[in-house]
């Protein structure tokens, strides 16, 4: 009898370990810095799977996490992926039982979580709460940790927070205020066509001569910088690295390039797959992105091109486009200065169904990222309540830049009165030729300066992403150097330091190009606090200023020259004409501030 005892207990001791270990083993491990607007990593032990198992576990399984703030209430519903062994980035793993969603806290204290986990035929692109089945492990787990204050400073944008969409022309920064005024590189659409990124698509014949090795960059990587794989990823690094280097805030690229100019881009385990994604690929464009933003470089993720905007569903929002939005989102969205592009150079796409994008985006994204489309077509059938988009990704077709003031100052007047949804970036200035040559062609920079630069920001836009034309060296698609545009970026970046130095409050500023009688100037001005005037080829300026005391004076957009203190500074006290000439016939920036004391 005894030994029949010994035996149940035996039997008891084993079920109750196996009980505890199994809880221990579906327990979410928390990792990153639990500081406000840091990257907040919950992993969990779920089912054992591979990227090419059946069922498919990016459509079969289905991970949500609620994270709610205890102090405001303010709830998240954050999507989450399959990351096969956690450390796919390194290994190239493509199976495992790592569960994984990242999370940023906008706010202090301690953040409470809830843990959805449910399995079934196309669960993971189904609304429903309760969908199909408890898929067991991690479901319905809960747990909590509590965030701090963040420590960043300076470009890091985890001490500016998150970049939200606020009903202006501009993005605003949700922890310091700020408003945000961008330059930086629309180009290559191919930046994510790298060598030492996972994936066949470097060998299978389609467009492998585009392949990228950013050779040129490797020398701006800096010891401490992120890799993958002992050493891979420097040259890509090494770009981001240079582009901030020049004060840019901003590159862009395609995350699906399939059927278009390069077809090297695409989150897919092989160019014809459409319902499996390569976790170790992704993980690897994740390093990028996450030392983005420790460097300040807003991304731009342009998520189809027009040769492929009806590949997902015929372009509906099916199974596949769901899917795709929602892997994007789950391992991406938690970034902290980003928007969506629905795709550049949208023609096809029915209304529906660029309504139905935006939607997806807007209502699956936890933190409502800013969402524009690129004007292939007008897409005016998208303003106000007609979708959920909230700007344009501006592009013109002059190679000299002309059409960018008139067309943006355009798309800002177009929505509906109180609808002021009309965001305009100003991405791709010029035409598909030719636009931003490289300086050994266009030393001076004068029609990009003065047409691109200035044309936009002066008409309301919110800044510059230059395209790279495909009839010219280190072109859209085979740039690897961005060192070839360094005189346009350096002249990008006096206009940010201008803005920036003289806290022009641009986010409240029009334009209105009739103050002066000059047909060449952009007047944009805040009444009775500040006047801009940008002169394209010098002369005189008459303007009426508001009641109250200016100071006024100039700067010189070419090399910087008034930037520490304007040249030929003045006071004039309104209701006054303001009558002065600028310093020589070359374009000048003329600044009239309201200054109380004086």
């Known amino acids: 009898m005894f030994k029949h005892l ?257 077809r090297n881009v695409f989150p897919y385990t092989t160019y014809n797959e459409r319902l499996r994604m390569d976790v170790s690929r992704l993980d690897q464009w994740e390093i990028i992105f996450e030392h983005a933003d420790k460097l300040g470089m807003y991304l731009h993720f342009k998520t189809l091109e027009t040769e492929n905007e009806l590949l997902l569903d015929k372009g509906d929002l099916g199974v596949e486009r769901k899917l795709y939005y929602r892997e994007l989102i789950a391992r991406f969205s938690h970034h902290l200065a980003l928007n969506w592009n629905l795709g550049e150079e949208i023609n096809d796409a029915s209304t529906e169904q660029k309504a139905a994008w935006a939607n997806y985006f807007w209502t699956h994204d936890p933190y409502q990222h800013h969402i524009v489309i690129h004007n292939g077509a007008d897409h005016y059938d998208l303003l106000g309540s007609a979708s959920k988009l909230t700007g344009f990704s501006l592009q013109t077709n002059k190679p000299d830049f002309r059409r960018v003031h008139n067309q943006t100052t355009n798309n800002l007047a177009r929505p509906p009165a109180g609808a002021n949804r009309g965001w305009v970036a100003g991405e791709a200035p010029g035409d598909a030729s030719h636009g931003l040559i490289t300086d050994a062609e266009d030393p001076t920079r004068d029609n990009a300066r003065k047409n691109g630069l200035w044309g936009n920001i002066m008409a309301g836009g919110a800044g510059i992403e230059w395209y790279f034309g495909y009839k010219h060296p280190h072109s859209d698609l085979t740039c690897q150097d961005y060192r070839t545009r360094e005189k346009m970026w350096n002249q990008c970046a006096l206009a940010l330091e201008f803005f920036k130095k003289y806290e022009i409050p641009f986010w409240d500023m029009k334009c209105d190009d009739d103050l002066t009688a000059n047909t060449d100037d952009y007047c944009f001005y805040k009444t009775g606090r500040t006047y801009l005037v940008y002169l394209k080829h010098g002369g005189k300026v008459q303007l009426n200023v508001a009641a109250g005391n200016f100071t006024y004076g100039w700067f010189n957009p070419r090399n910087g020259d008034g930037l520490e203190a304007l040249l030929n500074a003045g006071k004039i006290k309104g209701p006054n004409k303001l009558n002065v000439s600028a310093p020589d016939e070359n374009d000048w920036v003329l600044l009239i501030s309201f200054n109380q004391g004086l």
């Open 6 to 262: 010994k035996m149940l207990w035996c039997a008891v001791c084993l079920m109750l370990f196996t009980v505890v270990w199994s809880q221990v083993s579906s327990a979410g491990q928390i990792s990153g810095e639990l500081k406000k607007w840091h990257k907040v990593t919950l992993t969990f032990n779920g089912p054992e799977t591979s990227e090419t198992a059946k069922p498919n576990p990016f459509l079969y399984y289905r991970l949500n996490v609620t994270f709610t703030n205890q102090n405001s209430g303010k709830s998240y519903l954050v999507p989450g992926y399959f990351a096969a062994d956690g450390n796919a980035a390194n290994t190239s793993a493509g199976s495992g039982s790592k569960w994984r969603v990242h999370f940023a806290p906008g706010q202090v204290g301690t953040w409470k979580y809830s843990v959805s986990f449910r399995k079934g035929r196309n669960v993971a692109v189904s609304d429903e709460k309760a969908a199909s089945e408890s898929a067991g492990f991690m479901d319905g787990q809960t747990g909590s940790f509590d965030i701090g204050p963040t420590d960043k400073t300076g470009r890091d944008f985890r001490g500016k927070g998150m970049l939200q969409y606020v009903g202006k022309h501009h993005l605003r920064f949700a922890e310091t205020g700020e408003y945000f005024l961008k330059c930086g590189a629309d180009a290559p659409e191919n930046f994510l066509a790298y060598k030492d990124f996972d994936g066949d698509f470097k060998t299978d014949g389609r467009k492998d001569n585009f392949i990228k090795d950013w050779a040129p960059h490797i020398r701006d990587f800096k010891q401490g910088d992120p890799t993958w794989q002992r050493g891979k990823g420097k040259g890509i690094i090494g770009a981001v690295n240079y582009l901030a280097s020049k004060d840019m805030n901003v590159f862009s690229f395609l995350t699906l390039n399939i059927g278009g100019d390069d």
